[in-house]
């Protein structure tokens, strides 16, 4: 994993000075008479992510400029200076801003993301430039924050040749070995004997058996439970997918990704709660035993399924697992899935849809995901969609036709297999399609710190 940490408090550091474009005459002027002339004939403006370096007599590195633009350009972005980080020479910078709270939390965090590489297959060049904990900030919570990240990143990163099942299995037991959790696995027929028959007919076809994984951390405080949809790779199954449609498709795991990075910073920070993760792991490929169309499976809760897309496969192995975290106790029940098409077509990439009936719940995450930078939006389950889902052969379609509300109807499959618990769904896309400040292009966590400053509020902790 990446290591994504602040520089040590004691060592040597230079200034970075965080301007923005109204305050650049008043940095001018408390500014040596050099550097001050210097940032003048540069043409040095204090745009958004503008950086000018500042030298001393004897040339060596004294410090360096970051425009921070205007209220208007930084609301069209976030994570500024993890932008100016990238163009900064190797060094140790330290923070010399006006920025304080939730504004100065969002710019040390994105300047730890801007130290993520995966070089798992390649070496990567590493940037240099670290930066000491601002003051105010709380350094060891972004930092679990981070780590929990770059866990995220790197299993959506791997491709399904090293991130199949068995290795998603393997992922999770090195989570728990690292915070003393426990975790365990039903695997390959076992999921018959033991009543998960969808995830077991999505996976069956694949190399590498199907499994429902399971982590337990805590002994005291409110319940809370994750379920991340864990598809290592999705074919389409007998529907299969075009080639266009197939070439993401690594990244199908990203909700049990972002469940685990989410698992981390919990366990890291040591939050007063009683944790459980579920993560059906299955590869939906193409053989003799693949699930077929018009089939109808039988879940884990009774309800009879009519198969009408094997390539909507996700809200299957997902009910099995929410059926079975319903069967105890929690005080909040969230999944997390890389689940339709028609999410990104809504929103786009960058914001994950979630949906609740928990209105107080809903009120928490969308404030929290303003003030840390990881933008949600609510969706509804709009009841009036319900009899889209109703096939009249079984109890429920996995795959409506018509091709409207394609994320709200996924929503309400869903929750048809949750009854006890108050639930909320994320319907994420976990890739960053262009490379952004603090989000290279690859595989990112979406929901997950939103969900977690959030917590204190949902559950009382």
Known sequence: MTSLTFAPADALSVPLHVVEEGALDALVTRLPAPQ???????????????VQLLAGADGALEGAVAGYGSAKTRARGRFHLAGAAAKLPAAIYHLETALTGAALEEEALGWLFSLYRFDRYKAQENGGALLKAPAGVNAARLEAIAAGEALTRDLINTPASDMGPEALEDALFALAARHGAEASAIRGD????????????????????????EMRWGNAGPRLTLVGKGVCFDTGGLN???????????????????????????MALNLP??????VPAVENSVSG?????????????????????????????LADALALADEEESDLLVS?????????????????????????????????????????????FHEPYEKMIEPGIADLDNAP??????????????????????????????WQPNAAPARPKGGVGQGARALLQALPQILDL
């Open 273 to 278: 709660l009683r944790l459980r993760v579920l």
């Open 36 to 50: 001050a002339a210097w940032l003048r004939s540069t043409g040095f403006a204090a745009r958004l992510g503008e």
């Open 336 to 380: 997390m899935a890389t689940l339709t098409g028609a999410a990104r077509v809504a929103v786009g990439p960058d914001l994950a849809p979630f949906y609740t009936d928990a209105e107080a719940a809903a009120q928490a995450l969308s404030a929290a995901a303003g003030q840390v930078a990881d933008p949600v939006w609510r969706l509804p």
């Open 190 to 213: 076992d999921l018959l004997k033991r009543n998960f028959p969808m995830i077991h007919a999505v996976g069956r076809a694949a190399a590498s058996a199907p499994r429902l994984l």
């Open 401 to 430: 036709s018509g091709g409207f509300a394609g994320s709200i109807t996924a929503a309400l499959f869903l929750r048809r297999f949750v009854e006890r618990a108050p639930y909320m769904h994320f319907d994420i896309y976990g």
């Open 240 to 266: 299969l997918k075009p080639a266009a449609s197939m070439g993401l498709m690594k990244k199908d795991m990203g909700g049990a990704a972002t469940v685990m990075g989410l698992a981390h910073m919990i």
């Open 289 to 317: 035993a693949s699930f077929r169309p018009q089939d109808i499976l039988t879940s884990r809760k009774g309800l009879t399924v009519e198969i009408n897309n094997t390539d909507a496969e996700g809200r299957l192995v």
